[in-house]
């Protein structure tokens, strides 16, 4: 799953069903995350994009969307936020809150 910075984030976002994970590398849930979200990215196919953004890195992004704990996943249509999630999100659910976008 593609790592994003502050540089690209806009873009990626613009266009279509974006969801964004604010995670870091040392954090234990945001490691339960990745295969669920790598799961959801197979289910999707090209319809819903999956990027990645690590506020060990990017601080001042995760600062501009009040992120406080991680993961928080944060979904995007065509540049608008429309949804966040703190903490774990289950397969089914997060699939079922996305598919209301597509």
């Not at 613009?14 to 870091?24: C, E, P, Q």
């Not at 669920?36 to 819903?48: K, M, P, S, W």
């Not at 999956?50 to 996943?73: C, H, N």
């Not at 249509?77 to 429309?82: A, F, S």
């Amino acid at each position: 799953m593609e790592i994003i910075n502050e540089k690209e984030f806009n873009e990626k976002i613009k266009k279509g069903v974006v969801l964004i994970d604010f995670f870091a590398t040392w954090c234990g849930p945001c490691r339960m995350m990745s295969p669920i979200l790598e799961n959801a990215q197979e289910e999707f196919g090209e319809d819903v994009k999956i990027y990645k953004v690590d506020v060990d890195q990017e601080e001042k992004l995760a600062r501009s969307f009040g992120i406080m704990s991680i993961p928080t996943l944060i979904l995007f249509v065509n540049g608008q936020q429309k949804e966040k999630h703190i903490g774990l999100w289950m397969q089914d659910d997060l699939v079922e809150t996305v598919k209301k976008y597509l």
